[in-house]
C-alpha cells in the first residue's frame, strides 16, 4: 500500500476514509457519454457473436441467400400453423398460375386482333378468348383474396410465438447478464426490430413468391414469342433492384448505429412521461434539462436519417437513369426486330403486352426481394439473439435442491461482476444453520447484497463453494434452488396486479392463493392493515397507471413485500434491508414476527441492515468490508472486540443518545 493509499484516521468517531479522497468534479458537464464515435456504444457484449456480416453481402449474395430465407421463414409458419401453411402454398401457386394463363390468353387477344381479315370478324374471333381473360383474372382475384385470407391467420400466429420465446428466454437469463447493457441494446434492437418485421416478413415473402412465379409465367409466354426478348429483359429492371439493395443495406448499417441511441431517448421519454419519475422531477425542476437532453440527441438520430434519406434518394435516382435506359434499348431492339421480320406484328404487339408485365413482376421482386433481405437481417438477429439468450441461460441440470436445509456453508467464496476488477466478494466463508438468524451489517458497497444473491443462486460464484447440507449448489437445477430461497428487496418490485396477486407472486402465480397463510403473512408483516384499508381489499388494484387503482407509500409497499417473501414459505428467507422505509413501530412489528415470535426452527434467516439495534438478537452477526468479512460473533462479542461493529454501533447509539439529551433541555 503505498502513502497515498492510507485509510485516513477516523475522526470524531466518523468511519476512516477506505480509498483516495475524491477531487472536486469538473464546473461543466460533458454533453453526454454518447458523444464521439457512436461505434462505441456498440461495441459487442463479450458473449456477443453478432457480426452483421448479412449487411456486407452482394446483390449475387442476396439473391443466393433468399432461397434460404424463404425456407426459415417457411419453418416459422410450418411451426405456427401446418395447415394454414400448406394452404398459402397451394393458393399462391394457384394464383400464379391464372396470372400466366391470363397473360397467355391476352396476347392469343391481341394475335386475334392484329391478325388477317376485316375487323368485326378480328374482333369477334377474339371474343371468347376476351372471355377466357376475364375468367382467368376473376380466378386469380379470388386465390389471391385466400391468400390473404390465410396469411392473416399465420402472421399473428408467428409473432405470437416469437414474442413468447423471446420473453421467455430473456426472462430467464442468468441475472449478471441482465448488468449488461450491451446486453440491453442487443434485447432492445430484437425486440423492436426483429419482433416487428417477424410479423411483416411473412408477407412479404407471400409477394416474392407471387413476383417471382409471375416472372416465370411471363418469362415463359416471352420465350414462346422470340428467345431473345428474355435477354432483354433484366436490362430495364436490375439497375433499380441494385439501387434499392444498397440502400437497403446502408438502412441497415444506421440503424445499428443509432439503436443505441434510440433505447436512450426512450428512456428520457419515459422519465417525462411516468408517474413514478413525476415527483422528483418537478421538485428538481429537472425536466428542461431532460428535455434538452432528449432534444440533444433526437437531433442527432434525426441528422443521421437525414443522411441516409439523402444517401437513398441518389441511389434510387441512379437506378432509375439505369434502368430507363435499359428499357430504351429493349425496345429498339423490339422495333428492330419487327421491321427485320424476326416477328409478325401481332406477336409483337403481345411482346409488348408480355415485356411491361414481366418489367413489373421483376421490379416488384427486386423491390419486396431488398425487403425481404433487410428484415430477414433483423429477423436472423432476433433469432441469433435468442440463440445467444439459451446459451445464458441459468442451469437446467443438476439434482434439485432440497426440500429442507440444515446447513449452508460459503467456503471461500468470491465474486466479482463482470466487468469489474476489483471483487464484491473476497474470500467469503460462513456457515448458516437452520433455525438462525444471522445478519450482515457493513458499510455501503462492501458486499452484503451480492453475499446474499449468492446465497439465493442468482449469482454463481467465481471461485470457491456454497455448499447445501454438503452439496455444492453448482451442481444443483438454478431454479430450484431459487424456489427454496425467498427474497425480500429494499426496493421492491411494485407489480402493478391486486393487493392479492402482489403477495401470491413469490410462489409463482397471479391468480391462484392459499388464503390461510396469505393472512397469516400478510399479518406478521403488518400489511393486514394496509389491505384492510384499500377499497376492494385483496382484490384492490395497486397502480395509479390503470383506472380504479390505488397507489401506495413506500412503507406500505415494503409491507407487502415482506409479505411476499413470507408468503413463500421457503427454507431460507433472506430479507435485505427490508424495513428502511418503515415506521418505527412496523418495523419493530416485523422484527418481532420475523425474527422472534414466529422464528422457525426449520428456517435459515439472514437479515442486512444499517440500524444495528435490529441486528441486536441475531445469532450471529456478519461485518462486511471491502468485500471480506472483517468480523463476526454475537452482539456482545462484537462489542466487546472494540471493533468496526463496536464502532458502527456506538456512534447510531450515541446519535440517539444525543437526540434525547437535545429534547430534555
Ligand atoms: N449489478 C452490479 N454490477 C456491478 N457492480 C455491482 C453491482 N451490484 C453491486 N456492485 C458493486 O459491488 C460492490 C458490492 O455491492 P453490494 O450491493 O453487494 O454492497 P452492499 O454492502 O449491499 O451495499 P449497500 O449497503 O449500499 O446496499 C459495490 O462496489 C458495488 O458497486
Given at each position: ?6 485509510p ?8 476512516a476514509?477506505?480509498s483516495?479522497?475524491?477531487g ?14 457512436l461505434?462505441?456504444?456498440?461495441k ?20 443466393v ?24 402454398v397451394v ?19 391481341l ?14 374471333a ?15 382475384a ?5 391468400v390473404?385470407l390465410t ?11 416469437l ?37 411483416q ?8 413468391a407471387?413476383?417471382?412465379l ?11 414469342l ?8 433484366p ?9 434499392a439493395?444498397?440502400s ?21 421519454s419515459?422519465l417525462?412521461l ?5 415527483a ?23 441528422e ?7 444517401h ?6 441512379t437506378g432509375?437513369?439505369?434502368?430507363g435506359v435499359?428499357t430504351g434499348?429493349t425496345?429498339v ?7 427485320a421480320?424476326w ?5 409483337g ?6 415485356i ?8 416488384r421482386f ?9 428484415h430477414a437481417?433483423?429477423v436472423?438477429?432476433?433469432l441469433?439473439?435468442q ?9 437446467r441440470?443438476?439434482?434439485a435442491?432440497p426440500g429442507?436445509v ?8 468470491s ?9 464484491a ?8 444453520r437452520a ?6 451489517v ?6 452484503k ?11 454463481d460464484?467465481?471461485s470457491g463453494a ?27 418490485l ?5 393487493a392479492?396477486?402482489n403477495?401470491?407472486?413469490s ?35 395497486l397502480?395509479k ?33 427490508p424495513?428502511?422505509?418503515m415506521?418505527p ?19 435459515i ?18 461485518v462486511?468490508d471491502?468485500g ?7 452482539h456482545?462479542?462484537?462489542m ?7 464502532e458502527?454501533?456506538?456512534?447510531q447509539a450515541?446519535?440517539y443518545?444525543?437526540g ?6
Amino acid at each position: 500500500m503505498t502513502a497515498d493509499e492510507q485509510p485516513a484516521p477516523a475522526a470524531d468517531g466518523v468511519p476512516a476514509q477506505r480509498s483516495k479522497p475524491l477531487g472536486p468534479p469538473p464546473a461543466r458537464l460533458g454533453s453526454g457519454p454518447d458523444d464521439g464515435d457512436l461505434t462505441d456504444e456498440l461495441k459487442e457484449a463479450y458473449w456477443s457473436v453478432y457480426d452483421g456480416a448479412a449487411a456486407n453481402a452482394t446483390l449475387g449474395e442476396i439473391l443466393v441467400r433468399l432461397p434460404r430465407i424463404v425456407r426459415r421463414v417457411g419453418e416459422l409458419a410450418w411451426r405456427a400453423d401446418r395447415r394454414a401453411t400448406v394452404a398459402l402454398v397451394v393458393l399462391q401457386l394457384g394464383s400464379a398460375a391464372m396470372s400466366a394463363f391470363g397473360l397467355m390468353a391476352s396476347v392469343a387477344v391481341l394475335h386475334q386482333l392484329f391478325g388477317e381479315g376485316p375487323t368485326p370478324d378480328r374482333v369477334r374471333a377474339a371474343v371468347p378468348q376476351i372471355l377466357l381473360v376475364v375468367a382467368f383474372l376473376a380466378a386469380r382475384a379470388l386465390l389471391e383474396a385466400g391468400v390473404s385470407l390465410t396469411q392473416a391467420h399465420v402472421t399473428p400466429k408467428i409473432r405470437t410465438a416469437l414474442e413468447r420465446e423471446f420473453l421467455q428466454l430473456t426472462a430467464h437469463v442468468r441475472l449478471e447478464v441482465v448488468d449488461d447493457a450491451d446486453w440491453h441494446d442487443d434485447a432492445y434492437r430484437a425486440h423492436d426490430r426483429g419482433l416487428f418485421y417477424a410479423r411483416q416478413i411473412v408477407g412479404q415473402v407471400v409477394a416474392l413468391a407471387s413476383a417471382a412465379l409471375g416472372i416465370l409465367g411471363t418469362a415463359g409466354v416471352l420465350a414462346a414469342l422470340h428467345p431473345l426478348l428474355i435477354a432483354l429483359l433484366p436490362l430495364s429492371v436490375l439497375p433499380v433492384g441494385a439501387a434499392a439493395i444498397r440502400s437497403a443495406r446502408a438502412r441497415f448499417h444506421s440503424f445499428r448505429r443509432w439503436n443505441a441511441l434510440q433505447r436512450r431517448v426512450r428512456l428520457f421519454s419515459w422519465l417525462l412521461l411516468d408517474r413514478d419519475s413525476a415527483a422528483e422531477l418537478r421538485s428538481d425542476t429537472a425536466q428542461r434539462a431532460l428535455l434538452d437532453e432528449h432534444h440533444r440527441i433526437t437531433a442527432r438520430i434525426a441528422e443521421e436519417d437525414t443522411r441516409l434519406g439523402v444517401h437513398s434518394a441518389k441511389l434510387a435516382l441512379t437506378g432509375r437513369a439505369l434502368g430507363g435506359v435499359g428499357t430504351g434499348v429493349t425496345y429498339v431492339v423490339l422495333a428492330l426486330m419487327l421491321v427485320a421480320g424476326w416477328m409478325p406484328l401481332a406477336a409483337g404487339a403481345g411482346a409488348v403486352l408480355a415485356i411491361q408485365a414481366a418489367q413489373g413482376s421483376l421490379t416488384r421482386f427486386m423491390d419486396v426481394a431488398h425487403l425481404v433481405y433487410e428484415h430477414a437481417m433483423w429477423v436472423d438477429d432476433l433469432l441469433a439473439f435468442q440463440e445467444r439468450c439459451r446459451s445464458l441461460q441459468p442451469r437446467r441440470h443438476g439434482s434439485a435442491a432440497p426440500g429442507k436445509v440444515a446447513e449452508i456453508e460459503l467456503r471461500d467464496v468470491s465474486y466479482t461482476y463482470p466487468g469489474k476488477e476489483a471483487p464484491a466478494l473476497n474470500g467469503v466463508s460462513m456457515t448458516l444453520r437452520a433455525g438462525e438468524t444471522v445478519a450482515f451489517v457493513g458499510v455501503n458497497g462492501s458486499g452484503k447484497s451480492t453475499c446474499s444473491k449468492v446465497i439465493a443462486g442468482l449469482y454463481d460464484p467465481g471461485s470457491g463453494a456454497v455448499c447445501w447440507d454438503g452439496a455444492d449448489t453448482a451442481g444443483m437445477d438454478a431454479e430450484s434452488l431459487q424456489n427454496r430461497v425467498s427474497m425480500v428487496l429494499q426496493d421492491p418490485l411494485h407489480y402493478p396486479f391486486s393487493a392479492l396477486a402482489n403477495i401470491t407472486a413469490s410462489r409463482g402465480t397471479l391468480t391462484e392463493a392459499e388464503p390461510r397463510q396469505a393472512l397469516d403473512a400478510v399479518t406478521a408483516s403488518g400489511a393486514d392493515q394496509v389491505i384492510a384499508q384499500l377499497p376492494q381489499k385483496w382484490r384492490t388494484l395497486l397502480s395509479k397507471r390503470f383506472k380504479g387503482g390505488q397507489e401506495l407509500s413506500a412503507g406500505q409497499w415494503a409491507k407487502i413485500a415482506v409479505a411476499r417473501g413470507l408468503y413463500k414459505d421457503a427454507p431460507v428467507l433472506l430479507l435485505d434491508e427490508p424495513t428502511a422505509s418503515m415506521d418505527p413501530k412496523a418495523e419493530h412489528a416485523v422484527y418481532q414476527a420475523v425474527l422472534r415470535n414466529k422464528r422457525r426452527a426449520e428456517r435459515i434467516t439472514v437479515l442486512i441492515s444499517h440500524r444495528l439495534a435490529s441486528v441486536v438478537e441475531c445469532d450471529r452477526i456478519y461485518v462486511f468490508d471491502a468485500g471480506r468479512i472483517v468480523e463476526s460473533g454475537t452482539h456482545d462479542e462484537l462489542m466487546a472486540r472494540g471493533g468496526d461493529y463496536a464502532e458502527m454501533f456506538t456512534l447510531q447509539a450515541d446519535a440517539y443518545q444525543a437526540g434525547t439529551g437535545a429534547a430534555g433541555h
